[in-house]
């Protein structure tokens, strides 16, 4: 059994929803969880003690260990606050899960500049003001463990969410470049890509009454992730750099793959009219790598054209 304890675990967004069940399951298997939630709307609206309270009262009354944080990541201030919880009560850090986010749908031409830096302020920007201080510290430990809550809405697209999708996509990238500089350090980062019953699906999906019907609800509901998170968070896993979707009990690997392509010879200056030629060897989705870094790439295509590094 994946076990918990004597490990300290930080879920933000962690008042509802998805975000609650990752502290439950992380405090049932050992976990001091903090458990951070501004309380605020799906929209980025208010706040409420209450949200992050009822749930640490739930893991207390079960005989676990959490304590709330009702500080916002949106700034910087306020995720040193959310590290700075957990090492006063707790004394270290083993588990970040970033999942603290907003949502909204707007066409892209309507996409103001507001709306766009504050869904990114709070998901993208969140992400980096929380993960920074917690990689100090458990860089000092010589462990850790980072799960950034992406989404398929980032790496496939969603219509109405430019400003989601942006956000999301981004932290793919942060997740990647934490994976490959903590690695020396025993810190590990992945990201989940989750679809899962909760008030953003009400949003997004239509009439929750006509898709309970067709069993739609049932077959998504949000546990139903929770392993997932859970592991990738755990000592358990060796795993590091890589993305993995849940969904309705499928849990899948994602990954940016490179194709082989098309080479210009050695002597020659391509043209946009060679790419047109070569189209379908560029665009050739097979045989394909996945490269670790940048390196593999720029080395990969070295190699091809005989220069040696």
């Not at 069940?21 to 605020?40: C, K, P, Q, T």
Request: net charge negative; proline share 4%; hydrophobic share 45%.
């Amino acid at each position: 059994m994946i076990d918990f304890t004597g490990q300290v675990a930080i879920v933000t967004g962690a008042g509802r929803g998805l975000g609650r069940l990752y502290a439950i399951e992380l405090a049932r298997r050992g976990a001091s969880v903090v458990v951070n939630d501004l309380g605020g709307s799906m929209h980025g609206e208010g706040s409420d003690t209450k949200v992050a309270d009822l749930v640490v009262e739930e893991i207390t009354d079960g005989g676990g260990k959490a304590v709330a944080s009702y500080d916002s990541v949106d700034n910087p201030a306020g995720g040193q606050a959310i590290v700075d919880a957990a090492l006063e009560r707790f004394g270290r850090i083993d588990a970040v899960v970033s999942n603290a986010g907003i949502f909204n749908s707007i066409p892209f031409e309507e996409l103001s500049a507001d709306d766009w830096r504050h869904m990114l302020r709070v998901h993208l920007d969140g992400a980096f003001y929380l993960s920074q201080p917690a990689y100090r510290i458990m860089k000092s430990q010589g462990y850790g463990r980072f799960v950034f809550i992406s989404s398929s809405g980032g790496m496939f697209g969603q219509p109405l969410e430019a400003h989601y999708a942006a956000a999301k996509a981004g932290l793919v990238g942060l997740s990647n470049v934490l994976a490959i500089e903590g690695q020396p350090h025993g810190i590990h980062s992945n990201t989940v890509l989750p679809f899962g019953f909760s008030r953003m699906v009400t949003e997004t999906v239509g009439d929750p009454r006509a898709l309970q019907e067709t069993g739609f609800l049932k077959a998504i509901r949000p546990e139903l992730v929770v392993p997932m998170v859970v592991y990738l968070a755990s000592r358990s896993c060796d795993l590091t750099h890589q993305n993995y979707s849940a969904c309705a009990g499928r849990f899948a690997r994602v990954f940016v793959g490179l194709g082989r392509g098309w080479l210009a010879g050695s002597d020659e200056v391509p043209t946009a009219d060679d790419i047109a030629t070569h189209l379908a060897a560029v665009s050739a989705a097979e045989p394909f790598t996945v490269p670790a870094s940048i390196f593999d790439e720029v080395f990969g295509v070295c190699e091809r054209v005989g220069i040696a590094i």
